[in-house]
């Protein structure tokens, strides 16, 4: 492929190589081209990149502001429902965002994201109680939910999957800053200025995001196709979700998980899984198709990236209870610890998207990853306990491991769907990778607790836990270094079952990405 001073828009068909016969029927025909140059398409990356940032950043720059807002409103017992309130709202709406774009075009449904999570950012600075402050959260989760999956639809709608891959790492890098600038940050703002800055930070990245991003899009290629909404569908789904992590969250915590109310709310899930089940299996256009899920690609790139993900999640929640218990750090010695597990999954990104760009057999390094990874963990099981050196040494090859994952699943799935249905799977891998999370990290606590014979949520918040003996850690995290084997062996397992499918584009040559021809 040789370089080019202007980039042609990919043909609408172009990653439907060898695409389901469901989605191949369904194939709109070529639109007019519309050319972006080399400096638009970096223009649109970094403007993506700063919208990641907003929802990646409002994700880890409230929690170290908790307390303080807890003295402002007087009220401790519910600030968990701050954090809590984002996470059912931005995990129920992931699929619905990617939906709307097929229907209504990725620029629409961006401008609503943005809006909302601007709106959301607003009231939750000018709340004058905790409970508006929960329902501006719970408004703010619903545009920082979209966002994710639009961004990665956006990427699909410009760059061919070959060299998608690679800058998929690139975001990853954005979540990285995030996760360590962000608690950080938030501390600061919070302990030497004023909490509320948290929220209105929001407001000029906002501004920026929208100002970089609008005028190009409308260069963008236009795939979505226009279709009844099926509304049904939608709330049903988003209200399963919800019931669901809301179960998750009160489960061992705030009712035992056999309790009348926590056995009446999986009932509730299981209806309202069941009616969308049956509503999908009726509607003609469906909200979420669930031939979408099938076939040799999605339901194998799915179960991968969530194992992936639920392991990175749940270890990031439960490793810092570890390293105050068994190596008696400080709560802020135990966050910096927490470095290389979250920050090595970059390199793995990266690696990944360098293989998908220069090689036609791209699967095995998430394999290989994968594989890495789970044996990692079993030696973790196996060897503990270790100085910590080498803990951390085993917990970065993990991470880098695991890392592989993420920029292989999101391509393979996107690459796998007609175009007009991109933004649908890529919304629904976002749903079930965040489901997975939440899963894990109540797996994990489940476990520990089952080990120590204690019942309630681990937090470092906790004296009797954290004060556990070293010995006693150090046996009931075995048992969670065990699942998070299982966990990433079911991942390498389902990536070996995945169908590997030729990608678009013809294998990079050593230069810029953006300065190639990525119409094919």
Known sequence: MTSSARIRRPRPDGDE????????AAT???????????????????????????TALDQT???????IMGRQFMDGANLSWVITAYLLSSTSVAPVFGSLSDIYGRRAMMTVALGLFLLGSILCALAPTLLVLI???????????????LVQTMLADI????????????????????????????GVIAEHLHWSLIFWINVPLVMIAFGML?????????????RALDAAGGLLLMAAAIVFLLMLTWGGNRYAWLSPTLLALGAVVMLLAGLFVWHARRTREPFLPLSLLTGPVVPFAITAAACAIGTLVGLTVHMPIYYVSAYHMSASEAGAALIPIVVLSVPGATLAGRVMMHMTHYKWVALAGLGLGAATALALALLTPLPLWALQVLVSIMALGLGTTFPVTVVAVQSAVARHQVGTVTGAL???????AAISVALFTAILLAALGRSGAPSLDQPDLTAT????MIGAFRYVFIAAAVLLGTGALSIARMEERPLAGAPASAVDPVEMDLGE
């Open 17 to 24: 190589l060898a695409a389901p016969a469901h989605t191949a």
């Open 28 to 54: 709109t025909a070529p639109e007019p081209l519309h050319a972006l140059s080399p400096s638009e398409v970096r223009t649109i990356v970094l403007s993506l990149m700063v919208t990641m940032f907003l």
């Open 61 to 67: 720059i409230v929690a170290t502001a908790l307390p």
């Open 135 to 149: 329902l501006a959260r719970f408004l703010q989760g619903l545009g920082g939910g979209g966002i994710l999956p």
């Open 159 to 186: 760059i061919t999957p070959r060299q998608r891959a690679q800058y998929q790492a690139y975001f990853s890098m954005v979540w990285v800053s995030a996760g360590i600038g962000g608690p950080v940050l938030g």
């Open 214 to 226: 609008m005028p190009k899009m409308k260069k963008l290629p236009i795939h979505h196709r226009p």
């Open 430 to 436: 976002n749903f079930f990778r965040s489901l997975m």
């Open 469 to 472: 003996s070293a010995a006693g």
